[in-house]
Nanobody, 124 residues
C-alpha cells in the first residue's frame, strides 16, 4: 500500500523559496512516476510537475518553468519540489501523487495515489 505524506509548505513572501517533500511509505516508490499538482481556492486542480521513475525525465507546467524543479531520491523514497521566485499566484494546496504504472503524466486522473496536501501561501 502506498502512503504519501507531503511537508515543507508554509507562508513566504513574494520572491522567496520553499522546498516541498513527499515521502512514500510504500515499497514500490522507485517503480512509480510521481507528480505534483496544486489547487487554489475556487479553482480546479492543475498540474505542476512530474518526474519519471528513474528521475531522468521531468515535466513542468509552463507557469512554473524556470522557477520550480522536481527531483527524487529513490533511496529515500522521496520526491521534492523546489520552488523559487514564488509569486502570489502560486498560493495553493500542493499535492503529490504517484502512478501505479506508466511514465510521468500531466493528467491527474492517471495518478492512483495522492497525499493529503500541504498549504503554500505567498504574500505580496
Amino acid at each position: 500500500q502506498v502512503q504519501l505524506v507531503e511537508s515543507g509548505g508554509g507562508l513566504v513572501q513574494t520572491g522567496g523559496s520553499l522546498r516541498l517533500s513527499c515521502a512514500d511509505s510504500g515499497r514500490t516508490f522507485s517503480s512509480s512516476a510521481m507528480g505534483w499538482f496544486r489547487q487554489a481556492p475556487g479553482k480546479e486542480r492543475e498540474f505542476v510537475a512530474a518526474i519519471s521513475r528513474s528521475g531522468g525525465t521531468t515535466y513542468l507546467a509552463d507557469s512554473v518553468k524556470g522557477r520550480f524543479t522536481i527531483s527524487r531520491d529513490n533511496g529515500k523514497n522521496t520526491v521534492y519540489l523546489q520552488m523559487n521566485s514564488l509569486k502570489p499566484e502560486d498560493t495553493a494546496v500542493y499535492y503529490c501523487a504517484a502512478r501505479a504504472y506508466g511514465s510521468g503524466s500531466q493528467v491527474g486522473s492517471e495518478y492512483k495515489y495522492w497525499g493529503q496536501g500541504t498549504q503554500v501561501t505567498v504574500s505580496s
